[in-house]
């Protein structure tokens, strides 16, 4: 069960009541240089300046986000989709949708109640999600229109489960953290190289025919 603030629980009991807006957090990554890129966007009439988790991080309005999937509130470790639709005609959108790598980016909505009458929040926003976009933005035009939405697919924190974790057992991954421990210096190739322990193998010489009683080719020992 959500819990409210005594703020929102008294504005709520009250005439006007409150206006939800939605916030939509994306952290993309540069296309040249794989540095993080963050963007946001909320359906407030404005870009806004707004406090989310103790960092002010900047949402852009005038239209960017059009909105979002109806939530389900389930239970399990099911992996759930969501579409989050925004407006092409905001050119913050066409930069993070178009100018940087989107896949598998970090994505965070909250629930912000604010006030109808001065459009302040009342308390702190709430966050409804979080997960990855999964898969590339699809843009569809808007009939009669020259501008059009972009659907991001986002999946749940879930998806986490389904990754595997190859990618932290490499040499390079190990060099990154700064660790001297060189164990997984040949796991790349680890099964693919021949190595023979005290056994016999047959390499051909150039003497040997191919047949009869000599040992010819054969050798023995550790390493060939």
Request: glycine content about 12%; overall charge positive; hydrophobic content about 40%.
């Amino acid at each position: 069960m959500r819990s409210y603030a005594t703020a929102e629980l008294t504005q709520m009991q009250a005439r006007d009541g409150l206006r939800p807006r939605l916030l939509v957090w994306i952290i993309a990554r540069n296309r040249t240089t794989g540095a993080p890129e963050p963007t946001g966007f909320w359906n407030g009439a404005d870009d806004q300046v707004i406090n989310v988790g103790g960092a002010d991080r900047t949402y852009h309005g005038a239209g960017g986000l059009l909105g979002m999937d109806d939530l389900v509130i389930e239970t399990g470790l099911t992996v759930r989709r969501i579409s989050v639709w925004l407006a092409t005609a905001a050119p913050e959108v066409v930069d993070a949708a178009m100018g940087y790598d989107l896949r598998l980016a970090p994505v965070e909505i909250h629930r912000l109640l604010t006030d109808p009458l001065s459009h302040q929040p009342v308390a702190a926003p709430h966050r409804i999600w979080k997960g990855w976009v999964d898969g590339a933005p699809r843009t569809v035009p808007a009939k009669g229109l020259s501008a059009g939405r972009i659907t991001l697919t986002v999946a749940s924190a879930a998806m986490a489960l389904t990754r595997g974790l190859t990618a932290k057992y490499s040499d390079a991954a190990m060099r990154q953290r700064g660790s001297d421990d060189r164990l997984f210096r040949y796991a790349d190739v680890s099964g693919k190289v021949p190595v023979y322990w005290g056994e016999k193998r047959y390499e051909p010489s150039a003497t040997d025919g191919g047949s009869g009683s000599g040992l010819g080719g054969w050798k023995s020992g550790g390493h060939a």
